[in-house]
Nanobody, 120 residues
Framework: QVQLQESGPGLVQPSQTLSLTCTIS??????????WTWIRQPPGKGLESIAHIWNSGGTGYSPSLKSRTSISRDTSKNQFTLQLYSVTPEDTAVYYC????????????WGPGIQVTVSS
């Protein structure tokens, strides 16, 4: 059973960089046919995909966030990380990490989510 756990700050000041880490257990991040992704849900809104990373190291980003987002991985720690630069209060959301299946782009495992608030 694959398990994912998000970690990072719950409060970030505007203009700062948000850094979140997803730690994977019960499976390897270095796995073909899957990708690893960050998704968020702002209050009162739907889910929004942010970025994903493949076993090859290839990445993909939401067009609306691409200019200030970076996703990376550490295979030795079985983790992947999201960095969101120059945050604003509009970045306040619950952030989830998840595993996606390349065959149909669905998600089969999710972390519990972490609330991130951007406020001074």
């Amino acid at each position: 059973q694959v398990q994912l756990q998000e970690s990072g700050p719950g409060l970030v000041q505007p203009s700062q960089t948000l850094s979140l880490t997803c730690t994977i257990s019960g499976g390897s991040i270095a796995t073909d046919f899957y990708y690893w992704t960050w998704i968020r849900q702002p209050p009162g809104k739907g889910l929004e995909s942010i970025a994903h990373i493949w076993n090859s190291g290839g990445t993909g980003y939401s067009p609306s966030l691409k200019s200030r987002t970076s996703i990376s991985r550490d295979t030795s720690k079985n983790q992947f990380t999201l960095q969101l630069y120059s945050v604003t209060p509009e970045d306040t959301a619950v952030y989830y990490c998840a595993r996606g299946r390349s065959r149909d782009w669905s998600y089969d495992y999710w972390g519990p989510g972490i609330q991130v608030t951007v406020s001074s």
